[in-house]
């Protein structure tokens, strides 16, 4: 079997509701959709979803890159060489893992399919019985998000998760007003997306959210201190999770000697695809820690990839994979009731592109041809 085609489709995943961080607020969500075909008809579905804040990439660098540098290089190999793939790769362009991410996503789908099996089969088997994730409150004033984590509650969910960094003071008041709307027995996660900047900073909130039962507080300082994120660690009884600072093997390294995190998030779109993440699974367990597959909210295709990790591993013990819960209008339908993710048993990712709507939402699309290039 050997990779024939890919088409590259730039897309704009709509949404139910503003997505609002500390950094950015997204009305929709920018993505990329590859499909890699082969030379025995099958077809392989893979995405990226860039963000410039923490891989580096842009919708448009991500988008050019594929088409010009990535998808020829992997034009007549075959998928399950996923190793020489990865390599090729990273020998023609370095970083850029979101890019890299869509070509290892639609790899493990033809793996699936040409062997007819799912992909959780190849990553470990089957460990957990059932996937949840938490519901996401984007940035708001504390009241308005108090009500949306009440109804959030009301609709089944039993864990919630907090967007703060946009003002301190404030961040303080939406914690607390979330958790006395919710009670003591749903999960509470908070997020600062690098918000609050500094040890100093994120020192003083976390002192001032002891008694909030936190489950852990996720990036409070910018990415590249792993040394404040270590001392926080240390000073605080709030378990704490690093996500910008960890993309590869190189900052796993560094966040275990520096002992700068409880968990890790690790996200496709960071580690560049279900390869490279598998080895930072297997470094986190070593050191003794926990991991969570993350989301840039992905559409149905990424956020099966990362729902077929989650589900084969026994140290991933969360998932944050909202993304078809928020997208209005999806370019493939993973399986979702409540909180719940249901993983399809079929072969490949177990999910079906929706050709019609793939067209709706396409800005622009490539198809590259051994080193031909043509608009689809």
Request: glycine residues 8%; charged residues 25%.
């Amino acid at each position: 079997m050997k990779i024939t085609t890919v088409c590259v489709h730039a897309i704009r995943l709509p949404l139910k509701r503003p997505f609002i961080i500390a950094y950015a607020s997204y009305e929709d969500m920018p993505s990329i959709i590859v499909k890699v075909e082969t030379d025995n008809g099958l077809v392989g579905l893979g995405e990226a979803v860039p963000d410039q804040n923490v891989t580096g990439e842009t919708w448009e660098s991500t988008y050019t890159m594929l088409v010009r540098n990535l998808a020829p290089v992997v034009i007549g190999e075959n998928p399950f060489d996923i190793e020489r793939i990865h390599e090729k790769m990273n020998q023609t362009v370095w970083g850029a893992p979101a890019a890299k991410a869509a070509i290892d996503i639609a790899c493990y789908d033809l793996m699936g399919k040409a062997a007819g099996q799912p992909v959780y089969h190849f990553l470990g088997g089957k460990y957990h019985t059932t996937l949840s994730f938490p519901y996401v409150l984007s940035i708001l004033e504390p009241e308005a998000m108090a009500a949306e984590a009440r109804q959030a509650v009301a609709a089944g969910y039993d864990s919630i998760k907090i967007k703060v960094g946009a003002d301190l003071r404030t961040d303080i008041q939406r914690i607390r007003a979330v958790r006395q709307a919710v009670g003591p027995g749903i999960g509470l996660r908070v997020d600062a997306n690098q918000g609050w900047e500094n040890r100093a900073n994120s020192l003083l909130a976390l002192k001032q959210i002891e008694d909030c039962h936190v489950d852990w507080m996720e990036q409070p300082v910018v990415a590249d201190d792993l040394d404040a994120l270590a001392d926080i660690r240390r000073q605080t009884t709030i378990p704490i999770m690093v996500d910008e600072g960890l993309h590869g093997t190189k900052e796993m390294r560094e966040v275990i000697a520096k002992k700068a995190a409880d968990k890790v998030n690790i996200k496709l779109m960071k580690s560049g695809g279900i390869y490279p993440a598998l080895k930072l699974v297997n470094q986190a367990e070593m050191a003794g820690m926990e991991c969570q597959i993350g989301s840039m909210l992905e559409s149905s295709i990424g956020s099966a990839a990362g729902a077929h990790l989650s589900l084969a591993k026994k140290n991933i013990i969360s998932n944050e994979l909202a993304g078809p819960a928020i997208i209005s209008r999806d370019v493939a339908e993973l399986v979702i009731h409540g909180s719940q993710i249901f993983v399809s048993d079929q072969p490949g990712l177990g999910v079906e592109l929706d050709e019609a709507v793939l067209a709706e939402l396409t800005d622009k699309s490539e198809q590259v041809i051994g080193v031909k290039r043509q608009p689809v």
